[in-house]
């Protein structure tokens, strides 16, 4: 195994090479998770798998899944990420994977101020409303990571309208709201009222319906 490296993780021993494609779940995870929406998440399970650099470096990724919800805020986490790497006068953690975390939140060298209050707003939502408001978040509305959550929550909120089971779904609760005749609703186009009212005051994305503020 020339210009390869042995590398110890746990009580097993791999190589350099294989050491890319076997951090907890895949450092690659973290490119992954940047690009992909994640709107179904259990955050009472929201956990980071902490590292640091400087073992990584020397070939280790020890470290530890730590729970973010046994944690009151960032500073008593980060109080446990040093007393888990103890060993390091000065730690720079590494984040090397994650599960559960709305995107934005976290990325390999830093992690939100206000992760642990995020995480438990969600916690209060129902699943329906959680999914709901990441993928307003996710479709450029605000970063969770700045400013306050109940101020993000009640802007949410002002957007969004519901959940319809397609865009024509939604189309037909309108006109039925309407004062028209039933014999004029037999020969409404829907799907392209539809059309009309996507492109213009409304937006949706999985069900969800949105103002197109």
Known sequence: MSGMRNISIGNGIETKQQHHLSLPNKSKKLIQNSKEMTHQINTSEARVYVGTYAKYNDGSIFGEWLTLSDYADKD?????????????????????????????????????????????????????????????????????????????????????????????????????QMDLPEFAKTYFDYEAYARDLFSGNYWSNSGHVFYNC
Not at 91 to 100: A, V
Not at 131 to 140: K, P, R, T
Not at 142 to 153: A, F, H, N, T
């Open 76 to 176: 008593e986490f980060y109080d446990a990420c040093r007393e888990l790497h103890n060993d390091e006068e000065d730690p720079e953690f590494m984040f090397q994977d994650y599960e559960n975390i709305p995107n934005g939140l976290i990325g390999e060298s830093w992690i939100s101020d206000s992760i642990i209050e995020v995480l438990e707003a969600l916690e209060d939502m129902d699943e329906t409303r959680k999914e709901a408001f990441l993928i307003w978040c996710d479709n450029g509305h605000r970063k969770l990571s700045e400013g306050d959550i109940d101020d993000l929550i009640s802007d949410f909120d002002d957007d969004y309208i519901g959940e319809y089971e397609d865009e024509e779904d939604f189309a037909y609760e309108q006109v039925e």
